[in-house]
Structures are given as C-alpha cells and as structure tokens.
C-alpha cells in the first residue's frame, strides 16, 4: 500500500481499522467509556501513563475518547478490541511528523502477548502508511515489561528524561527511546512469530 499523504486531514484517517491475529485496532467511540474508566482506572495501569490521572472517573474517559475521537485530534488513538470490547489502546502523538508511540493494555489482558500484537501492528502503520522514518517514546523508570516490549522491536534507548505522572501526582524519570524504519524492518520478522513467554506484554 502507498504512504498516507501526512499533510492531509485526518478525517481520511477516521475510519482506519488494522486487523491482526487476535485484535481489531479501531478508532475510538463513547461506546467504549465504561470499560475504559475501568481498566484505564486502575492504579497498576495509571501509575505507568502520563495523562490519566488516578482516581480516574468516568468524566475523564469521556473527555478523553471525544478529543482522540475528534477529527482535527493531534495524536492518532487505535482501541485494541478482542471482539468484547476496548482491551487497551496504542497512540501515536505527532503522527504529521516524527510520531511518538504511548500504550496501555487493561490489566486483565496482560500476559498474553497482545500488547505486543498490537503495537507491531501501529509501527508498522506508522511506517508503511503514514511514511515516518523513525518512531519515539519514553518509558518510565521500572517500567520492565513496557522497556521489554521496545527492545524486541529494535527501540534504542537515546537518554534520560521527566515527565509528569497524574496519577502519581509528581513527575517520574525515564528514558527514552527510538525506533528507526530499518531498525524496525530487522527486528520484526522473529516479533510477529508471537511465540509467547509467561510475562509477555
């Protein structure tokens, strides 16, 4: 498939489904909001994220899912759905230029390998469709599982960084990271094998 025109608007970009083995990767819906305050809620998965704070209330997810829902929305939101609903979702901010993947999987799901479906499945859109050539993040310190995750896709680690943690109320160091086109190309072949160990995210 051709590369996206990036400097397009993102309404061509409102429908955009990504099917993998397991997952349908699909756009965000309010249909969603009672699940997301549930398993976005939780402090064992807040505590690793940014922007959601903790407690987090249904008026949150609400607000959330409208914005990444919006069609002129500056971060591109894929829901992870397994047919029963929103499992988790994987972002990508600044998708017009160099994108920076974020990612968070309800913990009822971990330990199956889905999270790293799923994010397989958004690199190799940001690079196929959208054109970028490179992808960052930043993963919050004792983030294992997460910093895991990038390093079987082929992410660098490029420094040290703070961010702030709503939900921990302060910010929290990390490192962050980097992806390139090719990196990824030579690390994707044994990823998407999905041969899964006990603690795969």
């Known amino acids: 498939m051709p590369a996206l025109d990036v400097n397009a608007q993102s309404a061509e970009l409102a429908d955009v489904r990504i ?50 829902a919006a069609a002129d929305a500056s971060e591109l939101t894929f829901f992870m759905d397994d047919g029963s ?6 972002g990508l901010a600044n998708w017009r230029e160099t994108p920076s993947i974020g990612y968070w999987l309800g913990q009822p799901y971990w330990g199956r390998g889905l999270m790293s479906e799923a994010v397989d499945a958004v ?21 294992h599982a997460s910093l895991r995750l990038q390093q079987k896709f082929g992410f660098r680690e490029t420094g040290r960084d703070l961010q702030m943690s709503l939900a921990r ?13 090719d990196d990824y190309g030579t690390f994707r072949e044994p990823v998407v094998d999905h041969t899964l160990i006990v603690d795969d995210f």
């Open 19 to 68: 099917e993998t083995n397991r997952l349908v990767l699909r756009r965000p819906s309010l249909a969603d909001v009672d699940r997301v305050t549930d398993l976005a809620g939780a402090y064992e998965v807040s505590k690793w994220l940014t922007r959601v704070p903790w407690p987090y209330q249904r008026s949150h997810a609400v607000a959330w899912i409208e914005s990444a």
């Open 169 to 181: 109320g302060n910010e929290v160091p990390g490192t962050t990271t980097v992806l390139s086109r």
């Open 85 to 90: 609903g929103a499992i988790g979702a994987v």
């Open 123 to 143: 690199l190799g859109f940001a690079f196929d469709r959208l054109g970028a050539s490179e992808v960052r993040s930043s993963v919050f310190d004792h983030n």
